[in-house]
């Protein structure tokens, strides 16, 4: 037993120096932990003498035991165990499927930082007195000195006062619940003929998505799959429908885009609570309808062929053909945590790929809701990341339930 045990090492310890990087990178890419419903199961990627056993393990598949917790025993070449794999059970969850195009009209309450800007003729454009001075994306201004602001054309005007008044501003802010103060020297703008401070505010969010998911359970819904202005960004909006009037395709370097409008006379759908590093989520303002499918978990979605429904023409929700290339994330919260690419014929003559409008369209795979577009590659359109539905949905029930 002892020689055989040395010689699984031997050999195992020779793949890996003859540099076979498809069998290193195969096993390096075996995860720690495994998080599955009750009958669930994975098939762990294909590796030269790879068996699995334990209590949540067999041959080359990953399971969740009866009790709902156990691990998976990785062994090479029947030699001593390489690796556990930890597997625990949740609770499979049921939503009903989007990809229809909708509008958000988001109030954010205060003045809130999208940006920043250099006076003219900086040479260094990156130089921002707002930046310098230490505000950050997503800080909202609730005061110039004591003076509340409520909007943007408040801010403006209490700096430009101050300027001509030859006085630094004092700036309150809010940052992850709590209050801070910046002091700084506004700058007189030529090109405007006012003094400003270097920041650029939105007090509203106003535009046209793509809707994922909705969870008649919690009544809550996901969109867009990416923050808004900024993550953990909370606001007050509401959710309306949309139609698709045209698509500008995307080429090399030119992303394309759905050009959205909102129904005339329309009424609220939903409500818009905020945005997450996920995507902007909210509540539902009567139970949704649609198709209803389980939403796989992270470790559940592979790499091959799924489907991808999205609008791009006036209100019909179309499915096309893509390929989830590869994983990159399975933990953690990010919108760009898997490459997807467009292979359908159709989709790619009438869009060239992903376009902007896109992000939030749902992906479908093995009849399970597996995630939502999120981006695009600006130098290749018919590429673009992805986000986990799991992800989405968790985030959902987070903040708009």
Not at 82 to 102: H, L, N, P, T, W
Request: with cysteine; glycine share 14%.
């Amino acid at each position: 037993m002892q020689r055989r045990r040395s010689l699984s090492l031997l050999l195992f310890a020779a793949i890996f120096a003859a540099g076979l990087s498809p069998t290193y990178q195969a096993f390096s890419s075996l995860p720690s932990e495994v998080t599955l419903p009750r009958g669930h199961l994975v098939r762990l990627t294909p590796l030269p003498g790879l068996s699995l056993s334990g209590t949540a393990g067999h041959g080359d598949v990953v399971s969740v035991p009866q009790s709902g917790r156990g691990s998976a025993l990785v062994r090479l070449f029947g030699g001593p165990v390489m690796k556990r794999i930890r597997v625990s059970a949740v609770s499979e969850r049921q939503v009903v499927v989007g990809g229809g195009a909708i509008g958000i009209d988001m109030a954010l309450g205060r003045p809130t930082v999208v940006g920043f800007s250099a006076p003219a003729r900086n040479p260094f454009p990156w130089c921002s007195p707002a930046r310098d001075a230490g505000l950050r994306l997503g800080d909202r201004i609730v005061a110039v000195g004591s003076t509340p602001v409520f909007e943007g054309l408040d801010l403006t005007a209490a700096v430009d006062e101050a300027g001509r008044h030859h006085r630094a501003v004092v700036l309150r802010m809010e940052r992850d619940g709590h209050t801070l103060e910046r002091r700084l020297a506004p700058f007189y703008d030529q090109g405007s003929g006012t003094y400003r401070i270097g920041v650029y505010v939105r007090d509203r969010l106003t535009g046209v998505g793509t809707v994922t998911l909705a969870d008649p359970k919690n009544g809550t819904w996901a969109a867009l799959g990416h923050a808004v202005a900024h993550e953990s960004l909370k606001g007050d909006g509401d959710l309306y429908p949309a139609s698709i009037a045209g698509i500008t395709p995307g080429h090399r370097g030119s992303p394309g885009a759905k050009i959205g409008l909102l129904l005339p006379g329309a009424k609220p759908i939903g409500h818009v609570t905020g945005s997450t590093p996920v995507g902007v989520v909210g509540t539902l303002a009567h139970p949704p309808r649609g198709r209803m499918l389980p939403v796989a978990e992270p470790d559940e979605v592979h790499t091959g062929p799924a489907t991808l429904y999205t609008v791009l023409e006036r209100g019909r929700i179309e499915g096309f053909r893509v390929l989830i290339e590869r994983k990159l994330l399975t933990r953690g919260r990010t919108s760009k945590a898997l490459i997807v690419r467009a292979t359908d014929p159709d989709l790619l003559a009438r869009t060239g790929g992903i376009v902007q409008g896109m992000s939030g369209s749902p992906l479908v795979q093995d009849h399970h809701l597996v995630a939502a577009v999120t981006h695009v590659f600006v130098n290749d359109p018919t590429r673009g990341f992805a986000v986990y539905a799991s992800w989405m949905l968790d985030a959902a029930n987070r903040q708009g339930g």
